[in-house]
């Protein structure tokens, strides 16, 4: 792989990650105002939900799930530069845990849409080599 490639390469991942850690379920420290942020319980009430938490957490399964098919993309590769592989490795472990949790609020408010289909059909460019 030339240089230029991996160097754009390994940006486009480092910029990957950087978004998807924005999407993390852990705010400590991020001034958030507790009373308003979302609660990380499974045993999310019932109730306490509308169309938009729904569509919400229905589009945020789908995001996490497509951050692990790139993440896979590239462990599947061979002479991936560790520190990629590192990262990669990092991001599918962080969105497995927050695609289990809004999968489990779905279920609890009788949601079940197309939270666990995969990213199939769904252009993430031409990662391929």
């Known amino acids: 792989m030339n240089t230029k490639r991996f160097t754009l390469t390994a940006a486009a991942v480092i910029a990957a990650a950087l978004t ?72 599918k472990a962080a969105q497995e845990p927050e695609i289990d949790l809004m999968n489990e609020w779905l279920a609890s408010w009788g949601e079940t849409g197309d939270s666990t289909e995969s990213m199939e059909g769904h252009d993430m460019g031409d990662m391929s080599g």
Not at 23 to 33: D, K, R
Not at 62 to 86: P, S
């Open 20 to 91: 998807l850690s924005a999407c993390s379920s852990n705010n400590s420290g991020s001034g958030t105002n507790p009373s308003n942020a979302p609660s990380t319980s499974s045993s999310a009430s019932s109730t306490d939900f509308n169309d938009a938490d729904v569509t919400f957490a229905s589009g945020m399964v789908m995001h996490h799930q497509q951050a692990i098919e790139m993440a896979d993309t590239f462990l599947q590769k061979d002479g991936v530069d560790e520190r990629v592989r590192t990262l990669a490795e990092k991001i």
